[in-house]
């Protein structure tokens, strides 16, 4: 399997959604024997801890303004996680290979962390629920399909991936208004609830 794509989509991957990333991941190796996948990845505890998160985040990111919280609390996790899985699919050189790997999973994790938390504050402008769940269900298939190619036609994986990681900053930074105005709102509900007796 070819390193670098799949350092890259695993990286780009665990800014969308970390725990989707690392128990998906988890279930190619242990499963289906996907060479390359971590021995640690397909740990039972590592399985079931990746299995209950994923399971909070898929609730909490389908709620508006509890899934922007949500991003708030994870972007010091997905970055962390994305440079994990990119030394942990580096092996153990122990040479520059791995820290090369871990910079750009950690890098590409942060950037489509950005991506995903200023699309959804945009989305979150919208009155019903209905675009919220509908976006957070395209993220969860997105990151199980760009994983799928990523194990099976890697490089292929890589170019659909930075695709959507240039699309997605080109929006964002189009819908610029709309995630301040998301961001505004976000932080007015959160003042709410705090100063709730």
Do not use: C
């Amino acid at each position: 399997m070819e390193l670098l794509p799949l350092v890259f989509t695993s990286g780009w991957a665990s800014g969308v959604n970390a725990y989707a990333t690392v128990l998906l991941l988890g279930l190619l190796g242990r499963f289906l024997g996907v060479e390359g996948i971590p021995a640690a990845l397909e740990r039972t505890d590592v399985l079931l801890a990746a299995a209950g998160l994923y399971a909070l985040e898929f609730v909490a990111d389908k709620i508006p303004y509890v899934d922007s919280g949500w991003d708030a609390v994870s972007t010091a996790i997905r970055p962390t996680v994305g440079a994990i899985l990119g030394l942990l699919l580096a092996g153990h050189t122990g040479d520059l290979d791995q820290a090369l790997s871990a910079t750009v999973a950690g890098t590409t994790a942060l950037a489509s962390h950005a991506v995903k938390t200023g699309l959804r504050f945009a989305v979150n402008t919208s009155p019903e629920p209905v675009s919220n769940v509908a976006v957070s269900l395209g993220e969860d298939l997105s990151v199980a399909g760009a994983l799928m190619l990523a194990v099976t036609w890697p490089w292929t994986a890589f170019t659909l991936v930075l695709g959507t990681l240039a699309g997605g900053g080109l929006l964002t930074l189009a819908l610029t208004r709309r995630v301040r105005r998301g961001y505004r709102r976000w932080r007015e509900r959160r003042h709410q609830v705090l100063e709730q007796p």
